[in-house]
């Protein structure tokens, strides 16, 4: 049974504690506005044991929604994230990757705060500590008093009523003037989500989807386990999922499902290689060489505050997951699907520590290519020698490739950006980058790197 939700704009106080460490588009530029919600309603327990002392609860949750002012500028898809909370308050990393597709495409895209961490507030799993951890209401009163979360045994059913809300005729025919679409007419609505919200996109989609909530999935670094089901009055336990039982996508699903896997997911233990799977009609697996679970891309100018031994990874992903939200819109769509990509080579996948093959440079093999691993100046790993720190470990690592091996490969500065250029039209011939977006990764080459 569908609930009703309702809405109700936050607008005082400090502003959106929604903070990003990334460059980001100029929404108001690009005829945007950014505006959160207060989304309140019922939510019942839909995973795990219904019965197990969870009666439907009361929720007042926070929205994050940036949309297009002009309606005639919206392409008729909403991406509805479902946001981080392993900081131990909410973040969108998924936005951060997309964002250049998602403003110049005219979607719009809501930040749900699905978990109990994210409103309630609690440790994060990875991270700086900051002192006690606060929730929204106590951090900014005058504009979060109210919101509320009965728990995480209800995470599932928050996010799902909140992509059923947006779906729908949202044109202005009934007067909505608080409903965070209204005015646009939305076709389509996909579920996307990174990490630990991932991991619950992987339950979600294995347990919950269906009936018309979402049109597709993008499941960006999961671990080989789903998220676990959650109780009343506190938070799921990550760490927990990384000794869980790996479990593969349904293959069933109506609704289309993306993974996108970097070679941190695929090792380390969060173990993806124990459920890899082939690709089928409903879904498409996506490995992509030479990143990380998080990379310099999400941290910017931040990066010194990590405290990493090396450099973290500066690999190409972002180039990669604009190109896999529009296969999954057009897919989701009725289109074709994503084209299909070898996995990661590794070499001793049946022995309890398997490795990645990797290349002359050190870089691995297979998976998507991008130029920086097909035109390498750089090392770019997302499996980093422990001990180290968790948050270390999650943003991989950079090595420069000695000059003398540099010239031995190109020659010259010229023949190295030749031959950069060359994979990037490779990687947009096969589908894996957009052509849209060459010039940045054009931008992206270190001929500087090569002697003269």
């Known amino acids: 049974m569908n609930q009703q939700i309702t809405f109700r704009p936050l607008s005082d106080g400090k502003g959106s504690s929604l903070l990003s460490a990334s460059p980001l588009p100029d929404l ?15 939510a019942r327990r839909l995973v795990g044991d219904a019965d197990a002392d969870a009666p439907p609860a009361e929720f007042t949750t926070r929205l994050v929604v940036r949309r297009p ?31 250049a597709e998602l403003v110049r495409a005219g979607y719009a895209w809501v930040g749900v705060s ?35 979360h009965p728990g995480d045994a209800y995470c599932y059913d928050i996010f799902r009523s909140i992509g059923l809300a947006v779906r729908g ?33 992987t339950t979600y989609a294995n347990t919950v989807a269906g009936d018309g909530d979402f049109d597709g999935f993008l499941i960006h670094s999961r671990a080989a386990a789903g998220l676990p089901a959650g109780e009343v009055g506190t938070g799921i336990d ?18 289309p499902v993306l993974v996108v896997q970097t070679e941190t997911d695929v090792l380390t233990n969060f173990r993806y290689h124990l459920v890899r799977q082939p690709d089928t009609d409903r879904l498409r697996v996506w490995e992509i060489a030479g990143t990380s679970h998080a990379d310099l891309h999400q941290i910017g100018d931040f990066e010194e505050f990590l405290g990493c031994p090396d450099p973290v990874n500066r690999g190409q992903q972002r180039f990669v997951l604009r190109a896999g939200l529009r296969h999954l819109r057009a897919w989701a769509d009725g289109g074709d699907p994503p084209p299909s990509a070898d996995p990661l080579r590794l070499r001793g996948v049946t022995t309890p520590e398997p490795e990645f093959e990797v290349d002359d440079i050190g ?43 540099l010239a ?45």
Not at 134 to 141: F, M
Not at 174 to 197: F, I, R
Not at 372 to 390: F, H, K, M, N, Y
Request: hydrophobic residues 40%.
């Open 114 to 148: 699905a978990q109990y961490v994210g409103i309630e507030g609690g440790a994060g799993s990875v991270g700086v500590a900051t002192g006690e951890p606060q929730s929204l209401a106590a951090k900014d009163p005058d504009r979060y008093a109210g919101l509320h």
């Open 363 to 405: 870089n691995v093999l297979g998976g998507v290519r991008t130029p920086c691993v097909d035109a390498p100046t750089q090392v770019l790993s997302g499996v980093v020698p422990e001990p180290i720190s968790r948050i270390c470990l999650l943003f991989g690592s950079t090595h420069p490739v000695p000059e003398h091996l």
């Open 69 to 99: 002012a002009d309606a005639a500028a919206f392409n008729g898809c909403v991406v509805v994230e479902w946001l981080n909370v392993s900081s131990g308050s909410d973040a969108a990393p998924e936005y951060s990757y997309l964002a």
């Open 28 to 42: 108001a530029a690009a005829g945007y506005t950014d505006t959160e919600y207060a989304a309140s309603g019922v």
């Open 408 to 452: 031995e490969r190109y020659g010259t500065r010229d023949e190295y950006e030749k031959h950069y250029r060359d994979a990037a039209d490779a990687a947009i011939a096969a589908g894996f980058v957009l052509v849209e977006d060459r010039d940045e990764l054009i931008a992206d080459a270190h001929p500087e790197s090569v002697p003269e």
């Open 238 to 255: 990550v760490s927990t999922v990384f000794s869980g039982e790996p479990t593969t996508i349904r293959t069933d699903l109506d609704a």
């Open 169 to 201: 005729d949202h044109s202005g025919e009934t007067p909505t003037p608080d409903h965070p679409l209204a005015g646009l007419a939305v076709g389509s609505v996909l579920a996307v989500g990174e990490s630990q919200s991932a991991m619950a996109l």
